[in-house]
């Protein structure tokens, strides 16, 4: 009896061992099927993909750039490592904030090409609305932005004065100069005068004065 129940048990942990290593190969096989899915999707994705670079390089690399926002022209520069205002180098500027303005700049990248444009006032661009110039590794680069596809949420370009071929980029390359001097350095913005409380003022004496009278 005893040797029956031993047989009993062995052949149960028997089977269960089986069990174990047929539910370990298939846990196997769906790990390496779902490993080489992905990778295949990836390398999908990289051969699919339309993306240009326009400008090669790195931001880090570039050594000044000038760009305008409100009717007004912006220029900074770097020494060791570190941004100025060209104007003024006594002024404390915000380096992670000219750092996050110029990464999308090099390397500029694409994933709209027009070529053998003629019309320019298609994209806005026979009228920019901003230009941004850098010196990178001693070459100067240009972006000339035009208008803002709302629908695509892009800006139309064109890079280093040839408007034969429009480029789009994402709104942030754009969006990201949108700063006056005050919003990159420490110089304090001038208080504006309010024209109504000067006025009230004014008209306030204006009637006590006549009520003396």
């Excluded at 846990?27 to 992905?38: D, E, R």
């Excluded at 060209?86 to 904030?97: G, N």
């Excluded at 064109?158 to 789009?168: A, E, I, L």
């Excluded at 309010?194 to 003396?212: G, I, K, M, P, Y």
Aim: proline share 1%; net charge negative; with cysteine.
């Amino acid at each position: 009896m005893v040797c029956k129940e031993e047989e009993i048990i062995m052949s149960r942990q028997l089977k269960q061992l089986i069990l174990m290593v047929i539910v370990l190969v298939v846990l196997v096989a769906v790990y390496f099927g779902v490993t080489k899915y992905q990778e295949s999707k990836k390398d999908d994705k990289e051969e699919n993909s339309s993306e240009v670079t326009v400008i090669d390089g790195d931001s880090d690399s570039i050594e000044s750039f000038t760009y305008t926002y409100d009717g007004n022209t912006y220029s900074y520069e770097k020494e060791d490592d570190t941004w100025y205002y060209a104007d003024d180098h006594s002024l404390e500027v915000t380096q992670y904030m000219i750092k996050n303005m110029l990464a999308n700049l090099a390397p500029f990248k694409t994933e709209n090409v027009i070529e053998n444009v003629e019309d320019l006032s298609q994209f806005g661009l026979d009228a920019p609305s901003r230009t941004v110039k850098w010196v990178m590794n001693g070459e100067e680069y240009e972006i000339t932005f035009g208008d803002f596809n709302t629908i695509a949420e892009v800006y139309y370009v064109y890079v280093n004065g040839d408007s034969s071929k429009v480029y789009t980029t994402e709104s942030s390359t754009y969006t990201l100069f949108n700063k006056d001097i005050y919003a990159l350095t420490n110089l304090e913005k001038p208080e504006e005068e309010d024209e109504e409380v000067t006025e009230a003022e004014t008209d306030t004496e204006t009637d006590v004065d006549a009520a003396v009278e």
